[in-house]
């Protein structure tokens, strides 16, 4: 007999490292005469997508196509600390240190062009690469030939930033002023339905909504729900490393389950944003947050499906058979 | 041992061990590394190549096997300026992030798209199923499967070229 349940959990996530670790991040940007503007930064992109939502913050505060852009990553030689891409924290400490760089890079626009335009700055207009006095827009220095002409001054146009906040350490009652930098909520509802017979779980659908600020790039924070909802459930219904005696037994794909195409469910996602940090335009970190919920939303959903908690994961088909034919036996007595 | 085969196209003539993995002679001799070694077991999927039109895992073949075959490879499929729909698909469903899975993914789209143009979302799951993705959580490749298959219906051009 197939059963359907609906199950519903709600997280909260504290990200970056937070507890005054010294979290920081620092960036360049170079406006170069040939076209490219270069953003420096150690941020790993694994495949989360940090190098596309730099860019995008980058292009948004200089007003350009973010076409001209290109990202130098992680090298001792050419890049300061971005700091791991971990804790949820590229997009909050990064993308902050590319904003303040931007910021920088385009007060400089504005400092050089009123030097060449020999006006102020009030008077003066930068969009789509170029600089020109309000009054008289078919007259304006490109950004590339403004980076010649600073080159010609003995500069460069560029511009670093970094982004170091302070938090600190809870004290024994877990208080402080501030622990974390800021925090991403998320409630996921799973609909399921379990096969009474064989005890297999069908995912039906997945309802996740996330306050995460803002979304930077809301096709990369629907593929970091989708891809860490699957990681959830999978560690929720099927993954279940066994060890004995210090060897994992079933090391390999073919008894180390993981979610393959035909297991996932229907996704449908609500990006809730609120802005309530200091992250670039309000953003907050939205990668682990997307694991959390799954799988105790999942046990929530198999619990008002079949009346049994479980309280070990995996939830596992022979576990489920097991359950279900205990509470039979409990109920015929 | 000497085989002849060809590879995305061209004719290779290679001096092979017996014991050498196809896979191996793809990323190695030939610098085809489009073509990743994830399990190294015909699990996971990821050293997918179309070899005499099927889905074959590349690191379960020896070298010899190769001998006369037609194999295709992600490279041969498009180029960065040039992307086949499928790739293009993948791009625009936002279906890549590490990226590890995705030349076998692709493939896998191509061979499911080849066999059946116009797949329900179960024959994609179905069809892409021996392909093991840790980041996606799969919904956007589908996604990108089923926008391949209206482009290239769009197209109505044999999607083997």
Redesign the interface.
């Known amino acids: 007999m197939k059963k359907f349940g609906r199950g519903l959990a709600t997280i909260m996530f504290g990200f970056g490292y937070g507890e005054g670790f010294p979290d920081h991040s620092i960036a360049s940007i170079e406006i170069k005469e040939d076209e490219r503007i270069v953003i420096r930064t150690a941020a790993a992109d694994v495949g989360q997508g940090v190098i596309t939502t730099v860019i995008q913050i980058a292009a948004e505060i200089l007003r350009i196509n973010p076409n001209y852009f290109e990202v130098v990553q992680g090298d001792t030689h050419k890049t300061k600390n971005s700091g791991s891409t971990s804790a949820t924290r590229q997009t909050y400490f990064t993308g902050n240190a590319v904003k303040k760089a931007a910021e920088d890079l385009l007060a400089n626009l504005y400092h050089y062009g009123s030097l060449e335009f020999r006006s102020n700055h009030p008077e003066i207009a930068i969009e789509d690469g170029k600089i020109y006095m309000y009054d008289d827009p078919d007259d304006y220095i490109s950004y590339w030939e403004m980076a010649e002409r600073v080159r010609e001054r003995g500069k460069k146009l560029e511009a670093e930033g970094s982004f170091f906040p302070v938090t600190y350490s809870p004290d024994q009652n877990g208080q402080a002023d501030k622990v974390y930098v800021a925090y991403t909520f998320l409630s996921q509802v799973i609909d399921i339905e379990i096969d009474t017979d064989t005890g297999t779980i069908d995912l039906l659908d997945v309802y996740t909504a996330v306050d995460l600020g803002k979304a930077i790039n809301p096709k990369n924070v629907e593929g970091q729900i989708e891809g860490g909802t699957v990681q959830g459930l999978g560690m929720g219904m099927m993954e279940d490393q066994v060890i004995r005696n210090g060897k994992t037994l079933n090391a390999g794909m073919t008894d180390y389950l993981v979610p393959t195409s035909v297991d996932i469910p229907k996704f449908k996602h609500y990006l809730v944003e609120e802005e309530d940090s200091e992250g670039p335009f309000g953003a907050k970190g939205v990668g682990e947050p997307t694991l959390i919920a799954a799988a105790p939303a999942l046990a929530n959903a198999v619990y008002d499906a079949i009346g049994v908690r479980f309280f070990d994961l995996p939830i596992s088909p022979s576990k489920i058979k097991k359950a279900l034919k205990e509470k039979e036996k409990e109920e015929n007595s | 041992m000497q085989i002849t085969f060809t590879v995305n196209g061209e004719e290779r003539e290679l001096e092979v061990t017996p014991y050498t993995r196809l896979l191996d002679l793809l990323r190695e001799d030939l610098g085809l590394t489009g073509v990743k070694e994830g399990?190294g077991?015909g699990?996971?999927g990821a050293c997918t190549v179309i070899m005499n039109g099927e889905l074959t895992a590349s690191c379960l073949v020896p070298a010899p096997q190769a001998d006369q075959a037609e194999i295709l490879t992600v490279e041969g499929l498009g180029t960065r300026d040039d992307l086949h729909p499928i790739q293009e698909s993948f791009v625009e469903a936002?279906a890549?992030?590490?990226?590890y899975c995705i030349p076998g993914m692709i493939l896998a789209g191509k061979r499911l798209l080849d066999e059946n143009p116009e797949p329900t979302e179960k024959e994609?799951?179905?069809g892409?199923?021996?392909?093991?993705?840790?980041?996606?959580?799969?919904?956007?490749?589908?996604d990108a499967v089923m926008l391949a298959a209206d482009k290239l219906a769009v197209e109505g051009s044999d999607s083997s070229d």
């Open positions: 399990c077991k699990e996971c936002g890549v992030q590490c990226g994609v799951r179905y892409l199923s021996g392909n093991i993705c840790r980041c996606t959580g799969y919904a956007k490749i589908i």
